[in-house]
């Protein structure tokens, strides 16, 4: 979804914070329980040993039991519960990685960022919503109280734009468009937009970009 042309942001923002819920409600013993019975009963069905050879368990030399020791001796010490120490080398550090991950990707100040161009996008239902659109606008210095006033005008303008029979947009670019005309009396939020149409939104979208710009040199 994340990498589709026709993202909707709002809905990626949704699905992250669901993604996260999930992952911590997978970060507990019953859950585990359930993973670890369904790995046996697998290992049991494709005759597979699921239980570790035990090796030989090092000594430590009997001339350093005195001594405090500040470096390795070549010692390791093993988990004889293979279940335990699966759960704590393995499979918690495995989903705290993955929420480490999302949350650093879709930080609060990110989310903020997505679900305001989102509300730009013309086939949004968000679009020109106005909680949306403010946090967006503080990233970048707007005036909220003319983007308010603006909101109100664009609004107004859009409803008697197509009454009298314009299409409406689908495009963010349309939209950029159609406000450019109009920009010193809608001055933030074409600011804004403009801001929008240039944020690739993943990594997907300068992958896409590359490719066309690599066939408009290759074949044009």
Not at 133 to 161: G, H, M, P
Request: hydrophobic share 40%.
């Amino acid at each position: 979804m994340l990498q589709s042309p026709s993202l909707d942001l709002s809905a990626a923002v949704s699905l992250v914070g669901s993604l996260l819920d999930t992952l911590q409600k997978y970060r507990s013993e019953a859950f585990f329980e359930v993973v670890w019975r369904e790995a046996e009963e697998m290992a049991v069905k494709c005759d597979q040993s699921w239980e570790k050879t035990e090796k030989r368990q090092p000594k430590t030399n009997r001339r350093l039991h005195d001594y405090i020791l500040t470096t390795s001796t070549g010692e390791r010490r093993v988990d004889k519960n293979d279940r335990e120490n699966f759960k704590r080398h393995i499979f918690y550090p495995v989903l705290d990685s993955m929420t480490g991950e999302l949350q650093r990707r879709f930080s609060k100040r990110n989310c903020t960022i997505m679900k305001g161009i989102q509300a730009l996008h013309p086939q949004s239902i968000t679009f020109l919503q106005e909680d949306a659109l403010f946090s967006f606008a503080k990233f970048f210095d707007s005036n909220v109280d003319y983007l308010t006033s603006e909101l109100q005008q664009i609004k107004r303008l859009l409803d008697c734009k197509e009454k009298s029979g314009m299409q409406r947009f689908t495009t963010l670019l349309e939209f950029v468009v159609f406000l450019e005309p109009f920009k010193e009396l809608f001055l933030e939020l074409f600011r804004l937009a403009k801001t929008a149409i240039v944020i690739p939104v993943s990594s997907a979208s300068c992958e896409r970009s590359f490719s066309a710009l690599s066939l408009i040199k290759n074949h044009l």
